[in-house]
């Protein structure tokens, strides 16, 4: 599959835009749009889904839905572990395996669907376009 000529030709007006912002000290990102124009995003603007972490998820609400299901498998883990001291028992430590990581990845989907969420409503304040990927 060939690529789109428009991909890989430079626009160099907003280049020199990014570059001046740049030099102003503004946090730009310059990226393609969904549909493949280049475009100077403010740094508020980029969510996740452009290459932060090289998510594959693309929504915020998707992203909030794998916290989600994290978030139950955590306290799936967290149930697992403390059941055990309900009747007189010890606890089953070998749930801390799903507990840790579980908890750890709940609260990083939790602030990268935050990110995205805010980014969307930025984006949609300013009329930019939606970053592609």
């Known amino acids: 599959m060939e690529r789109e000529p428009s991909r ?3 626009d160099p007006d907003v280049t020199a835009e990014h570059e001046e912002a740049v030099a102003r000290g503004e946090k730009r990102v310059l990226r393609r749009t969904t549909d493949g124009r280049l475009h100077s995003f403010p740094a508020d603007e980029i969510g996740f889904s452009p290459g932060r972490g090289q998510a594959q998820v693309r929504t915020w609400w998707g992203m909030a ?3 989600t299901v994290m978030a139950l498998l955590t ?3 967290l149930w697992m572990l403390l059941a055990p001291i309900g009747q ?3 606890p089953e430590w070998y749930a801390l395996w799903g507990l840790v990581p579980g908890a750890l990845f709940t609260w990083y989907a939790v602030r990268l669907a935050r990110d995205e969420y805010l980014a969307v409503r930025v984006r949609r304040e300013r009329g930019s376009p939606e970053p592609g990927a």
């Open 65 to 67: 839905v794998l916290a």
């Open 8 to 10: 890989s030709t430079p």
């Open 75 to 77: 306290l799936g883990s």
């Open 88 to 90: 007189g028992e010890t």
